[in-house]
């Protein structure tokens, strides 16, 4: 067991309880890295011999190490990327073309090897290593001190070699001075520019020498020792020929213009033959059958919007490659610490009855022995039940991970979560020489085996509750036992009082946190659970960067997090990078996937195109978040060169600009307000004061106002706020493990979050039970963009609803969620407009909200096939060759589109139908009464609760596959299938009795209703697969609803003409 300690408390009744351990846990902080990081390769600045930080620009000191310098100088434009100065040659350079012409003095002297350190170590009157520091800023020695000269040296002339000059001393090698004063000391003398002769020898000016020859290996030594040059095969050849630890960490793959190129083409044809459909829909009505005819056109023009909603977010689509190389060389070099960053893990469960323990304690293991360095990791598990079941289950597992850690990370094997590995199907024999790796796997099945033993051997005590309810080892009541009012807990199990895996190893932070219930506040579901690992994270230990999984999802690639940092901190593209999204991917799921749960459409296409835009919108899980993003801030903007300005014209030419000047120059003032408040935010909360408050803020009232707007943004938490002003994260030093843990009872308390911005703007977005889609929508409005990653082996895996009631009532939640967004003012069709939100971005947002309305005219378009055969009616007139020919046009663009789709997505064709199908099972049950619920809720204030989806079980493969459990949301499409049946069975009844000349209007109303048919037949195979054990009630009540509408139709047929019994003209002559 882990000897850590439980904290329980809550901040609002100043409790704080320490719970069966024998000393506080130690929190070990992450170390901050130190140093000035260059702007172009992201590698620290390395010191001159005078201790000061190199320094490449002198006009205004752009932060640029000596390598990208000296490339910038010899391949690049020779200029400083800021400020656009040309860069002057510094001690130690090798001339480049344009050094001529300079005014300043060359510096030959020091191109040569130097036998004596101590040479220039007081003087430097030659280089520009001399930079004197003020609060003004930055400037050269040269400007404050009078350059020395050595008399007795002599010097070349302009152009010309002094005759005087004796052989052995055209190298210049001049002595070097032990003192710190040169013998020459007149400042009246200034220090003439000595350009080369070109009709000269170089070896003159000491080029070509053996102390030049070996400085220059000397330092092309130096430069591949710190970037090795690695060769990839398939590298595209038009990437820039640079070192390879400096190239991108990542590169864009845009669809090849042979696919891609089509794919549009057929998009704006499909548009054309809409609108020739439309025109001769609405132009041919049916006048016998006017109502059929108006409700099927108006389901058509919705059919058609949401289409064009659907179809132009996927214009660009692209795909990624990452260079995990790369990030090695830039961010791991031999010798030295890893400067990767620090990543916090998310975990959230709420139900150990329905999440069972034993997935939860797997996906707790694959975090905890991911391939990242094990300072840089700390997991957090929320468990928003406070159920005893997880806390002890957590704590059999940390033991566990003492075993399983090194065996994953000695024998590099994948999957890391023990459940899946040892289950799959593959001879764990291949590409392993390691003559251990048998006998240790043998063994650590054995462990795995007692371990899941000891596991569900807790589940089954948890399944009868004690009345007096649980008590821990010590005789201490289980703080939670009243699951909506307990205090806050938070227990370290790993990572602090020194406990190693069985190999003497350090191990990753593992923390579990229940946060703070009682009755009369509003916790917001799973919203709030994040939210407060945001907070508790910040203060224990303050990663840059998060990412949030569900219990049931493992991690299936144990270099997942290299792959996302890969973007996150590529120096170039990625500060404007709020998250990387991974696609979902499901284990034991039947070959057939008969209701769509790997939703492959979603994930393979849609989101390519959603990553050509602005990024994929955020589904939940498997995603790596950059805090800062979280707290609400605003996307870095690139810096704009200044317009440039004319005074030619007249300035009532310009009255337009000027306007426009006015406010860009108002939009600059309001950004350098915001950049003042936040520096003044920066220096208020120093983390020297952070134990008991932030103290010396009570004199001026302007450095009081940022600390106020700040404890309104982020609540009132000295330690939190000031973790939130640290970009690159860590926790201050001098926080005692005693004041982080008080401060993290206090931030997960549940009046913390009143009268802040949580959950507003600030952290997970609340107001719909999809928080994610509000979450990601946000975030793109701020102005940041977020990545699709899709390696090659899948970076997460997770579990599926097993049967068709629990996959109906998943989809119900998320169009609940969809419902509220739509109906709330965060709604995209009218929130966000002149922000950094792209238009197609948009439409793919409002796509998302608006489709649950579809349910209902997608209900009525499956009920109109069954109308018209049992009315002989049709909702199109007689079709000529004009319509043949476009409503055939109209089916094959389908079909076209389709299979281009499937071309650049790489999706099967089954999985492209599976979808079709499961779209209309889901739209006219789920969809619907998501849209009914919804309603209620927003206008009515009738709230609802759905229901978690069952994770996967152990009762064999596939085992419950065909199993309905009884839920209303099986009898709409029920009812559908029978309806549409009975239509079928009566039309071809009809045309056998009426006769050769029924068949032919009878083919249309046939093919219409076998279509609704085929996109239930999921549905109906579960049904007649496992028929003893579907519930009788859904039997009863669909064959009811069916029987009782088919009679109504027969006795109140609307389509009947009022006008009374038409007469026709007797045939015969009475007379």
């Not at 090695?328 to 990543?343: D, Q, T």
């Not at 009809?990 to 046939?1006: M, T, V």
């Amino acid at each position: 067991m882990a000897t850590g300690r439980l904290v329980a408390g809550s901040h609002n009744r100043n409790e704080f309880v320490l719970i069966n351990a024998d000393e506080i846990g130690k929190v070990t902080s992450v170390q901050e890295l130190t140093g000035q990081k260059c702007q172009i390769c992201g590698d620290e600045i390395e010191f001159t011999v005078d201790g000061e930080p190199f320094v490449a620009c002198n006009e205004c000191a752009f932060p640029v190490c000596r390598p990208c310098y000296e490339y910038e100088r010899r391949e690049g434009n020779q200029a400083c990327p800021q400020c656009r100065t040309r860069y002057k040659r510094i001690k130690g350079s090798p001339r480049v073309d344009g050094d001529e012409d300079e005014d300043e003095f060359d510096d030959l002297e020091n191109e040569f090897e130097r036998k004596d350190p101590l040479q220039f170590s007081g003087s430097g009157i030659y280089g520009r290593n001399n930079i004197c520091r003020s609060a003004s800023g930055i400037t050269d020695s040269s400007d404050t001190h009078p350059s020395h000269v050595i008399s007795e040296i002599p010097l070349l002339t302009y152009g010309q070699e002094d005759d005087t000059i004796s052989a052995d001393k055209h190298a210049l090698i001049i002595p070097s001075f032990m003192g710190h004063e040169t013998p020459f000391t007149d400042s009246s003398m200034s220090l003439q520019p000595r350009p080369m002769d070109p009709k000269k020898d170089l070896a003159v000016y000491g080029y070509g020498t053996i102390a030049w020859k070996e400085r220059m290996e000397e330092w092309k030594k130096k430069q591949n020792d710190r970037l090795q040059m690695v060769e990839h095969q398939g590298d595209d050849p038009d990437l820039p020929k640079m070192d390879e630890g400096r190239q991108p960490l990542s590169r864009k793959l845009p669809i090849s213009s042979s696919k891609i190129s089509p794919y549009r083409i057929v998009i704006v044809l499909r548009m054309a033959i809409l609108g020739l459909f439309f025109h001769y829909r609405i132009r041919h009505p049916v006048n016998d059958a006017y109502g059929l005819w108006l409700t099927s056109v108006i389901c058509e023009i919705w059919f058609a919007v949401s289409w064009i909603f659907d179809q132009f977010p996927k214009w660009f689509p692209i795909e990624r490659e990452t260079y995990l190389d790369r990030l090695s060389l830039r961010y791991e070099k031999e010798g030295k610490p890893s400067e990767l960053s620090s990543v916090d893990i998310f975990v959230s469960t709420v139900d150990p009855s329905k999440e069972p323990p034993l997935i939860t304690a797997n996906t707790v293991l694959s975090i905890l022995s991911v391939d990242y360095p094990i300072d840089k990791v700390t997991c957090y598990v929320s468990d928003d039940g406070a159920a005893m079941l997880t806390f002890e289950a957590l704590s059999e597992t940390s033991e566990f991970a003492r075993k399983w850690v090194p065996f994953c990370k000695k024998f590099s094997i994948e999957p890391r979560a023990p459940e899946w590995y040892f289950t799959q199907k593959i001879d764990y024999l291949r590409d392993k020489v390691e003559p251990t790796f048998v006998r240790e796997r043998r063994a650590m099945k054995r462990e795995y085996e007692e371990f899941k033993v000891r596991i569900n051997g807790l589940v089954a005590m948890a399944q009868k509750v004690p009345e007096d309810g649980w008590t821990m080892q010590d005789g201490t009541p289980w703080p939670g036992n009243y699951v909506r009012d307990h205090p806050g807990m938070i227990q370290v199990f790993l990572g602090q009082n020194g406990i190693r895996d069985i190999e003497g190893n350090e191990l990753p932070r593992l923390v579990y946190v229940s946060r703070e219930k009682r009755p009369g506040f509003d916790h917001h579901k799973k919203a709030g659970a994040m939210n407060a690992l945001i907070r508790v994270s910040a203060v224990i230990s303050n990663a840059p960067y998060l990412l949030n999984v569900d219990c049931d999802h493992y991690i299936n690639n144990s270099k997942a997090l290299r792959e996302a940092m890969c973007f996150m901190m590529d120096p170039q593209a990625g500060k404007k990078i709020c998250y990387v999204q991974f696609p979902q991917r499901f284990d034991g799921i039947d070959r057939h996937d008969r209701y769509s749960n790997r939703n492959v459409v979603f994930f393979d296409i849609n989101m390519k195109g959603l990553d050509g835009i602005q990024g994929p919108i955020y589904v939940g899980t498997g995603c790596v978040f950059r805090r800062q993003a979280l707290y609400g801030y605003d996307a870095p903007k690139k810096a704009k060169p200044p317009g440039k300005t004319c005074n030619c014209w007249p300035k009532w030419c310009c009255c337009c600009c000027g306007s426009r000047k006015k406010n860009k120059k108002g939009k600059s003032k309001d950004n350098k307000k915001n950049m003042k408040s936040r520096e003044g935010s920066s220096q208020i909360h120093s983390l020297e004061n952070i134990e008991e408050g932030v103290k010396g803020i009570d004199g001026e009232k302007s450095t009081l106002m940022p600390q106020v707007k700040l404890e309104k943004k982020f609540g009132q938490s000295p330690v939190f706020i000031a973790s939130t002003l640290l970009e690159e994260g860590g926790i201050p030093s001098e926080a005692t493990s005693a004041s982080l843990l008080k401060e993290s009872i206090h931030v997960i308390s549940c009046g913390y979050e009143d009268k802040t911005e949580w959950g507003r703007e600030v952290g997970w977005i609340y107001g719909s039970v999809t928080e994610d889609i509000l979450t990601g929508f946000k975030m793109h409005c701020h102005g940041w963009r977020s990545v699709y990653c899709i390696p090659k082996r899948p970076a997460f895996k997770g579990s599926a609803p097993i049967n068709l009631s629990d996959r109906l009532h998943q989809v119900l939640r998320w169009a609940l969620g969809s419902v509220e967004i739509l109906l709330s003012r965060h709604c995209p069709i009218w929130y966000g407009y002149g922000c950094g939100l792209k238009p197609l971005e948009r439409f793919s947002y409002i796509n998302s909200v608006v489709y649950p309305l579809t349910s209902i005219p997608l209900i009525a378009y499956c009920t109109l096939p069954a109308v018209c055969l049992l009315t002989g009616k049709f909702i199109v007139p007689e079709i000529s060759n004009y319509a043949s020919i476009i409503f055939m046009a109209l089916f094959l663009s389908i079909a076209v589109t389709s299979v281009l789709e499937m071309q650049w997505g790489r999706v099967a064709i089954d999985d492209l139908w599976r979808n079709e199908q499961f779209w209309v099972i889901g739209g006219v049950s789920s969809h619907f009464f998501a849209l009914i619920q919804g309603l209620l809720k927003v206008l009515a204030g009738v709230n609802t609760n759905f229901t978690v989806t069952s994770k996967a079980a152990d009762d064999g493969d596939f085992s419950e596959l065909y199993l309905f459990k009884w839920t209303s949301l099986l009898i709409p499409p029920l009812t559908l299938m029978i309806i549409n049946i009975i239509g079928v069975i009566v039309g071809i009844s009809d045309a056998i009795s009426n006769g050769y000349e029924s068949w032919g209007p009878l083919f249309g109303r046939l093919f219409f209703a076998i279509w609704v048919i085929l996109h239930l037949y999921p549905f109906l195979k579960g049904f007649m697969g496992k028929q003893d054990r579907v519930p009788t009630i859904i039997v009863v009540w669909s064959i009811l609803l069916a029987s009782i509408f088919s009679l109504l139709w027969v006795r109140i047929n609307p389509f009947v003409s009022r006008d009374g019994i038409i007469l026709e003209v007797c045939g015969l002559n009475c007379d």
